[in-house]
């Protein structure tokens, strides 16, 4: 580790057939080659709505929840056996204000959001991960649970924000990997990076009036919001986001930013 704090990452996860695509597991590798390697990882996936937070087991090899169906049966017997990440738990706990208790799950393993872009990411599954619930789908609320967590990158934790820039899933005609995007995955994605790369929190916030393609680039938005834990938790949440991964899979905007 560098004396510098590890940036905070919002990625665009993918579902398991993410693994058989050639250009995102390589833009994936190369921009974990290009981070110091983080203590720890604290992630938040699109794929766990609950409240009050709650976070998984941080017992070493705690199994992997497979939570999508009609893939190819490999994908139902990959395994991301990470190490005991009890420290990281504590850590997060503790962080919490008083009176506001965090759940710690026995059992509960990652889900897809966290372990197929981990998987790819950080290959030898030898560094402590925690994953955390999200409470909420304020953007406010959201960004003040990334303030929260912002001193764990203190200790070299790497947070990171799982979802997808867009996911209009009901709506998509064409599932080739290389179909052309809707018009409203692209105009929400290219929106969406106008104001990242303005540092336009407040327009962001306001995403579903103000952002086109809506509803459809997000008919729920759990994939978008964890976007706001990752501002949260970065220095300044009006700085300009790079965006280090770009594109589209499956006509769905990829886009994938990092944020000192």
């Known amino acids: 580790m560098t004396d510098a704090l590890p940036p905070v990452l919002y990625l665009s996860h993918g579902a398991p057939p993410l693994l058989d695509d050639e250009l995102w597991m390589g833009q994936l590798s190369a921009w974990a080659e290009s981070l110091s390697r983080p203590s720890g990882i604290l992630i938040v996936s699109a794929h766990w709505e609950t409240a009050p937070i709650s976070i998984t087991s ?37 962080l919490m204000p008083d009176g506001e208790a965090v759940h710690r799950h026995a059992t509960r393993g990652l889900d897809h959001g966290a372990w197929v872009p981990l998987r790819v990411m950080f290959p030898e599954a030898d560094i402590p991960v925690v994953q955390l619930s999200m409470p909420t789908h ?44 809707p018009s409203w995955s692209a105009e929400f994605d290219a929106w969406a990076a106008e104001a990242l790369d303005g540092g ?19 008919p729920t938005v759990e994939h978008f919001t964890p976007l706001f834990v990752s501002l949260g938790a970065a ?26």
């Open 58 to 94: 941080t017992a070493a090899a705690t199994p992997l929840i497979y939570d999508f169906g009609g893939f190819a049966p490999r994908f139902y017997n990959m395994k991301y056996e990470t190490p005991d990440a009890g420290w990281l738990g504590d850590a997060v706990a503790g």
């Open 138 to 181: 304020d953007p406010v609320r959201l960004m003040e649970l990334g303030r929260r967590l912002a001193p764990l990158r203190e200790i070299g934790v790497l947070i990171i924000g799982s979802g997808f820039m867009t996911h209009g899933l009901p709506f998509i005609r064409d599932w080739r990997v290389d179909a052309a995007a």
């Open 200 to 218: 336009d929190v407040e327009t962001l916030i306001r995403y579903r009036e103000l952002a086109p393609g809506m509803p459809y680039a997000h």
């Open 235 to 260: 220095s300044s949440a009006e700085q300009q986001a790079q965006t280090v991964i770009d594109g589209y899979f499956m006509g769905l905007a990829k886009r994938s930013l990092q944020l000192v």
